[in-house]
């Protein structure tokens, strides 16, 4: 059989991340493990095992059905904006927005959220930590924006 080199893409920027349909997701399928530490921009959804790290700020991580994530160390094994848990998490979890653990999915650990949702029938055993949310930083040019009219009316009153 013929093999064909695999196609090296850049690493995406901040600013190709816009351009990314929000369906579009990384997704790790059942049968397959990795071992070690996932960065990603794009949101993941995770079937298989990972014994690691998964860190996705500013995204959402999916663990499915068949989908288990162990943690190695003490820290967080999971990462990310959004997390929805239908199998099986081992380790700490830190979502910056929104934690959802659905009927089957078992979170052994401890959470640190914003909002939180444990459907009937899913297992935690666990501390919480529900935060305030995050405040929206406004950009000073915003926050300090005259219109043309209010800078001319601020002139002809001095």
Do not use: W
């Not at 939180?116 to 501390?127: A, H, K, N, Y």
Request: net charge negative.
């Amino acid at each position: 059989p013929v093999f064909q080199p695999a196609t090296v893409t850049p690493f995406p920027t901040a600013s190709s991340k816009a351009a990314h349909s929000a369906a579009e997701q990384s997704v790790l399928t059942s049968g397959m493990t990795v071992r070690g530490e996932i960065i990603s921009t794009e949101a993941l959804y995770i079937d298989g095992i990972v014994e690691g790290e998964i860190k996705t700020l500013g995204e959402r991580v999916t663990v499915g059905p068949n989908g288990k994530v162990v943690a190695t160390s003490k820290a967080p094994c999971i990462t990310a904006r959004e997390i929805v848990v239908l199998g099986t998490v081992i380790g700490d979890i830190v979502a910056t927005d929104r934690l959802e653990i659905r009927a089957n999915g078992s979170v052994t650990g401890d959470v640190t959220t914003v909002r939180l949702r444990i459907e009937d029938g899913s297992i935690f055993q666990g501390g919480i930590d529900i935060r305030k949310p995050e405040p929206k930083l406004v950009p000073e040019i915003e926050q300090n924006h005259f219109s043309p009219s209010d800078m001319e009316y601020a002139a002809a009153a001095v």
